[in-house]
């Protein structure tokens, strides 16, 4: 069974950093991506910042600058260091992974973590 394990979200005043982590375990093929997720109250879920298994990078414009993706996907690992936090970043930040369970691409699966409350209040 495929879990994505998260961890480091909190209260934090404007202007703070946090750094949130991510792990994925059980059995599968290989990772294509891993990204980062969030949704405020009201609102639908966004992606925040993506990473895909050849490196490559995208972040949505209201983190581009304070938020960075890193960690390495053959380990199953990924991080969100976010910093300069503004209180319109405070939302539930998911875990997403992009996975191929086997050899074909019919395999191919989406798989999400329970979520981290980010809180950004003074």
Same mark, same amino acid.
Do not use: H
């Given at each position: 069974?495929?879990?994505?394990?998260?961890?480091?979200? !909190?209260?934090?005043?404007?202007?703070g %950093?946090?750094?949130?982590?991510?792990?994925? /375990? +059980?059995s #599968?093929?290989?990772?294509?991506a891993?990204?980062?997720?969030?949704q405020?109250?009201?609102?639908?879920?966004?992606?925040?910042?993506?990473?895909?298994?050849? !490196?490559?990078t995208?972040?949505?414009? %209201?983190?581009?600058?304070?938020?960075?993706? /890193? +960690?390495? #996907?053959?380990?199953?690992?990924?991080?969100?260091?976010?910093?300069?936090?503004?209180?319109?970043?405070?939302?539930v930040?998911?875990?997403?992974?992009?996975?191929?369970?086997?050899?074909?691409?019919?395999?191919r699966?989406?798989?999400?973590g329970q979520g981290?409350?980010?809180t950004?209040?003074s």
């Amino acid at each position: 069974q495929v879990q994505l394990v998260e961890s480091g979200g !909190g209260l934090v005043q404007p202007g703070g %950093s946090l750094r949130l982590s991510c792990a994925v /375990s +059980g059995s #599968i093929f290989r990772i294509n991506a891993m990204g980062w997720y969030r949704q405020a109250p009201g609102n639908e879920r966004e992606l925040v910042t993506r990473v895909t298994d050849a !490196g490559s990078t995208n972040y949505v414009d %209201s983190v581009k600058g304070r938020f960075t993706i /890193s +960690g390495d #996907i053959a380990k199953k690992t990924v991080y969100l260091q976010m910093n300069s936090l503004k209180p319109e970043d405070t939302a539930v930040y998911y875990c997403n992974a992009d996975v191929l369970l086997g050899f074909s691409y019919t395999t191919r699966s989406d798989y999400w973590g329970q979520g981290t409350q980010v809180t950004v209040s003074s």
